[in-house]
C-alpha cells in the first residue's frame, strides 16, 4: 500500500531554543509530514508556550509528566495518525529531504517495514569531543549487526529511522524502565522479522551536548547492560548470544567506575563478581583495578570517571 500520511514526533524537556530549531526541520521537509505532534515532558523553561506561539496550529502540543524519551515516544505513538512515525529529540534535526527519500525507499519496497539513513554529529560545546560517526550501509543481517556493535550499527539512532505503523502492532511499545530505550526497540524489532532498508542521503543531525541523556555516563552503561540482560531473553541464535553475552559482561564491568552512592556501589561490586564468574576471561588485572574504582576514595573515583564509557570494556576485549 502506498504510504499516504506521516507523523513526525518531536519529544522535549528544556530543549529550548533548539526544539525551534527541530520543530523547523520536520515542518521544511520537502515532502511535509501530515501532522506534527510535540511531546513535552514536563519543561520548565517555557517550551510549551514558545512552540505554541511560534508555530500555532502546524503543531499539535502534548503535556505530560517526565516520561524520559521512551515515554515521549510512547505518547506520541498513541496520539499519531500516520502511515509511517519519525521520531526526533528535541535537540535535534532532519535533513530537509529525509522524509521524501525514506517515504520513497519504502513505497519501492513495499514488504520493507523500516527505513534508516545516514547521521551526522556536531557539538554545541566545543571543550566535548570524543565521538565517532559510524558509517552506515545496508546490512544483510540486523540482528547479527546489531549484536555484533552492541546496538551501535551505524544509522541506528532513533531520528534516523522512519518506520511503518505495522511495527507498533509487530513490536509493541518503547520499553518505559530503560533508560534510553531505542538500542531495545531496534534488538526487538530485529528479532520480530521486521525488514530494513538503508536509504543513502536521508540525513539527520545529532546534536552533542552538556547534559543530554547520552552524556550520563553511569545511566548509559547501566542502560547498555539491561538492554543486553533483555536481549538475551528472546534471541536465542548464535553466534548473537555469544556476542551479547560478552557485551554484557564488559558493561557490567565498566559499571564499576560510575557507583556514588553506597548502593551504587553494592550494585556495582555485585556486577563485578557476576562478570567476573561468569566471564572468566576478563583479567584478573581488570577486575582488581574495578574493585578499586568502588572502594577507593573520592577523588580516585573522579580520575577513573573520565575514562570514556565503553573504554574498559574495549581494554578487556583486547585483554
Same mark, same amino acid.
Given at each position: ?8 514526533? &518531536? ?26 505532534? &510535540? ?33 515521549g515516544y510512547n505518547a506520541g505513538i498513541a496520539a499519531s495518525t ?73 544509522? #541506528? ?5 522512519? #518506520?511503518?505503523?505495522? &511495527? ?6 518503547f520499553d518505559e524502565s530503560i533508560y534510553g530505550a531505542d538500542y ?43 538492554? #543486553?540482560?533483555k536481549a538475551l531473553t528472546f534471541i536465542s541464535r548464535e553466534p ?66 573520565? &575514562? ?12
Amino acid at each position: 500500500m502506498t504510504i499516504a500520511t506521516s507523523s513526525v514526533i &518531536v519529544v522535549s524537556h528544556n530543549n529550548w531554543p533548539a526544539l525551534d530549531l527541530a520543530v523547523a526541520s520536520a515542518i521544511g521537509q520537502t515532502r511535509p509530514p501530515s501532522e506534527i505532534i &510535540v511531546v513535552d515532558n514536563a519543561s520548565t523553561d517555557g517550551s510549551p508556550e514558545r512552540i505554541s506561539a511560534a508555530f500555532g496550529s502546524r503543531i499539535r502540543v502534548i503535556r505530560q509528566e517526565n516520561r524520559l524519551d521512551s515515554g515521549g515516544y510512547n505518547a506520541g505513538i498513541a496520539a499519531s495518525t500516520g502511515d509511517v512515525i519519525q521520531l526526533l529529540d528535541g535537540d535535534d534535526l532532519l535533513d530537509p529531504h529525509k522524509l521524501e527519500r525514506q517515504i520513497a525507499a519504502l513505497d519501492a519496497v513495499p514488504d520493507a517495514d523500516i527505513a534508516y539513513g545516514d547521521v551526522t554529529r556536531f557539538r554545541e560545546d566545543p571543550s566535548h569531543d570524543g565521538w565517532i560517526d559510524y558509517e552506515s550501509r545496508q546490512y544483510d543481517d540486523v540482528l547479527l549487526e546489531l549484536c555484533r556493535t552492541g546496538g551501535r550499527a551505524g544509522g #541506528f539512532v532513533v531520528h534516523s529511522l522512519l #518506520f511503518r505503523r505495522r &511495527v507498533i502492532e509487530k513490536v509493541g511499545r518503547f520499553d518505559e524502565s530503560i533508560y534510553g530505550a531505542d538500542y531495545d526497540y531496534w534488538f526487538r524489532a530485529a528479532a520480530a522479522g521486521c525488514r530494513f532498508v538503508h536509504v543513502p542521503g536521508a540525513l539527520v543531525f545529532y546534536r552533542a551536548r552538556p547534559g543530554q541523556m547520552s552524556m550520563n555516563r553511569a545511566a548509559m552503561a547501566a542502560r547498555s547492560a539491561r538492554t #543486553f540482560e533483555k536481549a538475551l531473553t528472546f534471541i536465542s541464535r548464535e553466534p548473537c548470544r555469544a556476542m551479547l553475552e560478552r557485551h554484557l559482561q564488559r558493561f557490567r564491568l565498566s559499571l564499576t567506575l560510575y557507583g556514588a552512592t553506597a548502593a551504587e556501589r553494592r550494585n556495582a561490586l555485585r556486577a563485578l563478581r557476576e562478570s567476573r564468574s561468569s566471564t572468566p576471561a576478563v583479567p584478573a588485572l581488570w577486575i582488581a583495578l574495578g574493585t578499586c574504582a568502588v572502594v577507593a576514595p573520592e577523588w580516585a573515583r573522579n580520575a577513573l570517571r573520565r &575514562v570514556r564509557p565503553g573504554a574498559l570494556a574495549d581494554i578487556v576485549a583486547r585483554g
